[in-house]
């Protein structure tokens, strides 16, 4: 495989990594080069395969593009090839470190607030009543289902959790 | 009998919100008992106030917020990465659900919500434009 080919594979390797949702786009990309370059199809996805076996490794371990260099000419590619990938490997990583730690697993994930206020007029005890109320919905992902939670405050209890929230802001900032 | 007249009579007072002893003495018939009418009226005068939080308490709503916990976490390692420092919040709230419904044993429940750094930034957001829009409210 000459390195001018073995650039483009790489970068749509990489833009696979990246975008791992784009599957179609992948395979699709592949089988392009395979027709462009000669090459059949069925043993460049299995060499693919192995490739892409060495960054998820090297994400899992957190290696520097340095072992990664080292990996790839462990594994038998010439010096070039393996420099060119690791300095894709360098540009790359933080996309997808920050991918990976988004796929860490959460529990209960909050994923989207509503809500109203208003006051409430009457009741069938008192005619009028005039007091005001905020009701919120937040809607939590329990495992691959979404699910609503709908709850009411009255003021003080609004203020006591916005002053709650920002003392809980505070704290996760000091920790990044 | 007796009872359930007070009955109506206090029910009527809360209802009406009236709270000039006046008005209640004008609610007792012509001939009433003078002083029985003075006695009655001061005793609801000085309970008033506490019906009225009682009934404003036992409304129907949705659930209701009683309580609310936080910690902060560190997520050091997961399958994916063997290293990182990812801060995370575990809220827990304590809901009770409608008291009207629950009679004398509300259930309250605990629900356990995690959110990231941005998903919290984002909540707060929305929690600032509810107190811009509560003061908005309450200026006008």
Redo the contacts between chains.
Sequence with gaps: VSSQQFSALTEVLFRFLTEPKEVERFLTQLSDFATMNKISLGPLKNIVKSILLVPNGA????LSSEQVRADFIALGLSEEKASYFAEQWKVNSPTL?RL??G????????VD?E?K?GV?AG?S?????G?????LK?V?KKGSQTEN?????T?P???S??H???R??T???S?? | QLVSALHNLTRHVVYRGLTRAEDILSLFPENFHQNLKNLLTKIILENISAWRNEAQASQISLPRLVDMDWRVDIKTSSDSISRMAVPTCLLQLKIQEDVALCGNSPVVSALTVELSKETLDTMLEGLGRIRDQLSAVANK
């Design positions: 994400l899992k371990r957190n470190t990976a730690v796929q860490t697993l959460m529990i209960n994930q909050l607030m809500w206020f409430t009741s005890e008192l005619e009028k009543v007091s005001i109320f905020l009701q937040l939590i939670v709908y709850m009411e405050l003021l209890q609004f203020y959790f916005l709650e929230m920002e809980v802001k704290s996760l900032e920790f990044s």
